[in-house]
């Protein structure tokens, strides 16, 4: 397949491109797009086929479901039960990178949400995705527009990369403002909520807005091979390089004294801080933004593990960032891009 390549930026939006991209979906074929948070790949929510398509050109277990993504938050109701805590999520945080979890109505195929009774709801800002699912006129199903198991991309050309030849159209709206995927959270029961990934909205935005909010267990933590995760995604290898990650824990200066030395053994690609760049050799480094600049490394991470991936480096060594504010959305992508390998540097 021929795969059409659109540069569509917010200052100008080119409507007709994105009344083309609308038709596509509409078809029943699939569309790669920018979003705040990182691509996506869409095709027509309401659509089994579809779906069946994108588990397809992403190689992804159709047992994880998709992210149904609508133009404005009260469209929700169409496709789920909402609930007064759901209408108080919309009002803080919508449109923004947040997927709230509801039970689904009946017009949402089981291939959508990969055969549970819940669908995952988000209505992105970013100006290319909102106007694409506007004019398309039906809900947006989409994941990231990644490979199965590869790191979310970020800008048009990880898109390329991994899809190019699979898809008819990517819209390339430049980089991604935030970086990693949205937060996701279930609404319980009794109104409380279970933080099921964290993403741009923080734990602690989260708790302004609803009193009582659980991390799930997986967030931060290895599952047991038995283990049922709340969330399908989180039982799968995930934005992994092919060369082994390796975590750093330990004190600033002993952690960059570990590093000076690795460099001298072997060819070791480094996701280091700026402040580090003068104290190590310019070989392989890939700067993910200042050590206390948490969005910047947000914003950087999965380039720069796809840049170290394509390197020569036989081992890729990364910072265990904190797991407080954006830190928790990064601590909980780095665990799983390194496998859960930490090491202690003392
Ligand atoms: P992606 O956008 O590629 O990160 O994929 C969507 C993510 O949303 C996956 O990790 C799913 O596990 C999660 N997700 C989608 N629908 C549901 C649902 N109904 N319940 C729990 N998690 C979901
Ligand atoms: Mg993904």
């Known amino acids: 397949m021929n795969t059409e390549i659109i540069s569509i930026t917010d200052k ?33 929510g309401l659509d089994a086929e579809a779906a069946h398509k994108i588990y397809a050109a992403k190689g992804r277990p159709s047992d994880n479901p998709l992210i149904l993504h609508i ?34 109505k009946a017009i949402v195929p089981r291939s959508v949400t990969g055969g549970l009774d819940t669908v995952a709801i988000r209505c992105p800002s970013h100006p290319v995705a909102h106007r694409l699912i506007e004019l398309a006129g039906v809900p947006i199903a989409a994941p990231s527009a990644n490979l199965s198991g590869k790191p979310s991309p970020t800008e048009a050309s990880h898109v390329i990369r991994d899809l190019s030849g699979r898809i008819p159209m990517i819209l390339d709206g430049g980089s991604c403002e935030i970086g990693l995927e949205s937060t996701i959270v279930k609404i319980e029961a ?12 923080t734990y602690d935005a989260l708790c302004m ?6 991390v799930a267990d997986a967030v931060t933590k290895q599952l047991a091979e038995n283990e049922r995760p709340l ?13 082994p990650v390796v975590l750093l824990d330990g004190a600033p200066e002993k952690v960059l004294s570990f590093l000076q030395d690795e460099q001298k053994k072997r060819a070791c690609a480094i996701l280091c801080y700026m402040e580090e760049l003068d104290f ?16 910047a490394q947000a914003q950087s991470l999965f380039r720069c593990l796809r840049e170290a991936d394509l ?13 407080t504010g954006m830190g928790l959305a990064l601590y909980n992508r780095m665990i799983r891009a390194a496998a859960h390998t930490v090491q202690q540097i003392s």
């Open 231 to 243: 969330s399908p995604g989180m039982k799968y290898r995930h934005y992994a390089p092919t060369a």
């Open 311 to 323: 390197s020569e480096a036989e081992i890729i060594y990364a910072h265990l960032p904190v797991q």
């Open 280 to 295: 190590l050799t310019p070989r392989l480094l890939f700067p993910v933004g200042g050590r206390n600049d948490l969005k």
């Open 71 to 104: 133009a404005f938050p009260t469209d929700a109701e169409k496709y789920a039960e909402v609930s007064p805590v759901y209408t108080l999520l919309a009002k803080a945080f919508m449109p923004g990178p947040l997927t709230v979890i509801l039970p689904k």
């Open 12 to 44: 100008n939006p080119q409507e007709s491109a994105l009344a083309r991209a609308a038709r596509i979906i509409q078809s029943g074929e699939l569309i790669a797009f920018p979003t705040e948070t990182v691509y996506g790949l869409g095709g027509n």
């Open 190 to 201: 009794d109104g409380s909520l279970t933080l099921l990934r964290p993403g741009g909205i």
């Open 209 to 214: 807005v609803v009193p009582k909010v659980k």
